[in-house]
């Protein structure tokens, strides 16, 4: 498919457009969206990026999903947001329509209780006003560390760098036993470069002038780690000695070297994401080492939207999607059922006095019954 003149939408076809009260991204604002029976995140990009985006390198990359084969693009759907369509407006670009996240990554992470994406930032201890909002454990926070390693280094071995790696731009669970990558229309792959390279100011002071690499990620996913497990977004060093009484000492000497841009062994990194992931029975951690190709996993437990440009299709049911956060789903006509209570039938224990009773009362009238004959009875004899 050609990914100059394919996957554009008209901003008018979008319905039900509502701004998300969870916040813009950057230089986004977003947008909550349904199209085609489906429901997006809109995400309406600012002009300033507009005026630098490669339209047709974001078309590339859109349609890099759809030939990937399909066991690889339902991890894909598992671990990232990927943009689906491109959307315009008079013939320029607006932005892209972007999958919801899973609900497993959205969470009331604020006082004011409102449900939102729960970045990876948020396993932090932090104070928001006068309230004290307690940090996730070390292990919590491992384990979501270790599931971010495992997605960067996956997106690495199909030759796509991340680009924009940092704690708002991945989500975890309240565990840490899931993450999910997001802002991926940045992404730099086959396609080329959609935008300039990215990363926040605090990020920009901490890493060298070099163009984006494996490597350069790495040294931004080690910074994030410091963080995380010091609770301290503040630090522009790496303290070896207090990070070695957190984590052992050689994972906290592989983050240290890896932050201070210090040659390091990838292979490590795999090796720390195995220990750092709480495994389970249905899926490992990367590919072994001199295994080529990409990983096959377990297929993903949510239909997969289709990308291609298709009719105007009838809403789908929400039921069972996963796809849209509690807090946006539509709701339902409540099912018609008899009350539970109408359902249950009385205890037996209640119904034996009255049969008590019953044999009680017919007791005392058989009596007076046969009292009443051998008196009759008598008579007669006499």
């Not at 008209?10 to 969870?22: M, N, S």
């Not at 916040?23 to 349904?34: H, K, P, R, V």
């Not at 002071?205 to 996913?221: D, I, M, T």
Request: charged share 20%; net charge positive.
């Amino acid at each position: 498919m050609d990914p100059i003149n394919s996957f554009w939408v008209e901003l008018a076809q979008l319905r039900d457009r509502e701004r998300l009260g969870w916040g813009d991204a950057g230089n986004s604002t977003m947008w909550s969206c349904a199209y085609a029976g489906m429901h997006y995140v809109y995400k309406e990009y600012s002009e300033e990026f507009r005026a630098e985006a490669d339209q047709h390198a974001l078309g590339g990359l859109i349609g890099w999903r759809d030939a990937l084969p399909p066991e690889v693009r339902r991890h894909l759907d598992r671990v990232a947001s990927w943009p689906r369509y491109r959307v315009r407006h008079n013939g320029m670009l607006l932005g892209v329509l972007i999958p919801r996240a899973p609900h497993q990554f959205f969470r009331p992470t604020y006082p004011d209780g409102q449900i939102r994406p729960n970045v990876i930032a948020n396993l932090v201890s932090r104070r928001i006003n006068d309230t004290v909002i307690a940090g996730a454990t070390v292990p919590m926070k491992q384990n979501a560390i270790g599931n971010a390693t495992d997605i960067l280094l996956w997106f690495h071995r199909q030759d796509v760098l991340v680009n924009d790696v940092r704690e708002l731009n991945i989500l975890c669970t309240e565990s840490g036993s899931e993450a999910y990558f997001v802002d991926c229309d940045v992404m730099i792959g086959p396609w080329g470069a959609v935008g300039p390279p990215a990363a926040p100011g605090y990020l920009q002071s901490l890493l060298p002038s070099a163009k984006p690499s494996r490597q350069l990620e790495l040294v931004k996913l080690a910074w994030v780690a410091v963080w995380l497990l010091l609770d301290d977004f503040s630090l522009q060093s790496v303290p070896l000695a207090r990070l070695t009484t957190v984590i052992n000492a050689a994972d906290a000497t592989l983050i240290a070297q890896t932050a201070n841009r210090e040659p390091v062994d990838l292979e490590n990194w795999r090796r720390l994401a195995g220990r750092w992931i709480k495994w389970t029975a249905r899926a490992t951690v990367g590919v072994t080492p001199m295994s080529t190709g990409p990983q096959v996993v377990t297929p993903s437990a949510w239909p997969l939207p289709p990308t291609k440009v298709m009719p105007p299709a009838a809403p789908s049911s929400p039921a069972g999607t996963g796809w849209v956060p509690a807090p946006y789903k539509r709701p339902r006509a409540p099912a018609r059922t008899a009350p539970r209570a109408t359902l249950t039938p009385q205890p037996v224990e209640e119904r034996r006095p009255k049969i008590v009773a019953l044999w009680t009362v017919g007791g005392a009238a058989t009596a007076v019954v046969l009292m009443v004959v051998l008196m009759l009875l008598q008579k007669g004899f006499s």
